[in-house]
Nanobody, 127 residues
């Protein structure tokens, strides 16, 4: 059974940091495109990061560029999104998702390419 599980969310003060994890079972993340998405209350889901596979150029949406950093630990079959200098506007439910390798990312996040999704995890930035 393929499963993506996010963890690491929570409540943080403005300016703080969190690192989200996305651990996969039933598939090897090395062979998939990866995306991170978020959905704030009352807003549409937003793709904030994508990479078509290892060695490909990552994409970050402007609003998170230079504050969020993607990384992976192949041994743990886990990808991460390190979030720094968090702002109240970053408050949202965050999702990881996978696409077929080579897909999901071309100058921006291609939502339709992502087929498998985690359940989402809440990040709240508030003082």
């Amino acid at each position: 059974q393929v499963q993506l599980v996010e963890s690491g969310g929570g409540l943080v003060r403005p300016g703080g940091s969190l690192t989200l994890s996305c651990t996969a079972s039933g598939l090897d993340l090395r062979y998939y495109g990866i995306g991170w998405f978020r959905q704030a209350p009352g807003k549409e889901r937003e793709g904030i990061f994508c990479i078509r596979g290892p060695g490909h150029t990552p994409y970050y949406v402007d609003s998170v560029k230079e504050r969020f950093t993607f990384s992976r630990d192949n041994a743990k079959n886990t990808v991460y999104l390190q979030m720094t200098n968090l702002k109240p506007d970053d408050t949202a439910v965050y999702f990881c998702a996978t696409a077929d390798v080579g897909y999901g990312c071309s100058g921006g996040v291609i939502d339709a390419d992502f087929r498998r999704w985690g359940q989402g995890i809440q990040v709240t930035v508030s003082s």
